[in-house]
């Protein structure tokens, strides 16, 4: 059974700081790891999909990493700004659904 | 495009009652998916539906939900009959293909069971 686990739960930075989000799934066989931002009292937007055959994503101030041997996954964004408060939430696709990890709420202070 | 539009956004309902919430996916989208979360339990799939047929419902916590697609613009969550544990978000989302690809969220129906 797929599980998929985000470090920290929780991190509050400085404004213009770079930052790396993580994110580990047990089961290696995923079709694609999907990166969403969360915005409270919202629903969930995509960040970045990254493709079992691929290594990275980029959009952006975003770069998203995976590596499907070690079941893991970044998110790294640079230069950090208050906008970009939210929870980040990582999902390991198993083909046809989404396993969710549970978050991590990032709090960019000015 | 509009997005995925749920309905209501907010439920406030007392236990027994009936409560079905609503979704229209995103127009060309053929996968449609039911997620629940709460804080103890995060996102969880209930039910997800390809070519408005009901792939794995196995997420469905016991028979008292249940959920349909008639048509591809449309598909219901129904429980019946409620209870204070089902309080929660829940989230529609659809994407294209069979696969899950890129998924997008509606804004979620949050329901209050007393």
């Known amino acids: 059974k797929q599980e998929v686990t985000q470090i920290p739960a929780a991190l509050s930075v400085p404004e213009g700081e770079n930052l790396v989000l993580n994110c580990s799934f047990t089961?290696?066989?995923?079709?694609?790891l999907q990166w969403f931002r969360q915005d409270p009292g919202k629903g969930l937007t995509s960040l970045l999909l990254?493709?079992?055959?691929?290594r990275e994503q980029t959009s952006g101030r975003l770069n998203a990493s995976l590596d499907k041997s070690s079941g893991r996954s970044t998110l790294y964004i640079a230069a950090s700004q208050p906008g970009d408060s939210a929870t980040y939430l990582c999902?390991?696709?198993?083909?046809?659904?989404?396993?969710f990890g549970q978050g991590t709420e990032l709090s960019v202070k000015p | 495009d509009a997005g995925v539009i749920q309905s209501p956004r907010h439920e406030v309902t007392e236990m027994g009652q009936e409560v079905t919430l609503r979704c229209k996916p995103i127009?060309?989208?053929?996968?449609l998916f039911w997620y629940r979360q709460t804080m103890m339990r995060g996102l969880e799939l209930l039910i997800y539906?390809?070519?408005?047929?009901?792939?794995?419902d196995s997420g469905m916590p016991e028979d008292r939900f249940s959920a349909k697609m008639p048509n591809a613009s449309f598909s219901t969550l129904k429980i019946q009959p409620s209870e204070p544990r089902d309080s929660a978000v829940y989230f529609c989302?659809?994407?294209?293909?069979?696969?899950?690809?890129?998924?997008?969220f509606g804004e979620g129906s949050r329901l209050t069971v007393l």
């Open positions: 999902a390991a696709d198993q083909g046809g659904k989404l396993i």
């Open positions: 089961d290696s066989a995923i079709y694609n």
């Open positions: 539906f390809n070519n408005n047929v009901p792939i794995d």
């Open positions: 127009s060309g989208h053929n996968s």
């Open positions: 989302a659809s994407s294209r293909g069979q696969n899950t690809g890129e998924l997008f």
């Open positions: 990254i493709q079992s055959s691929q």
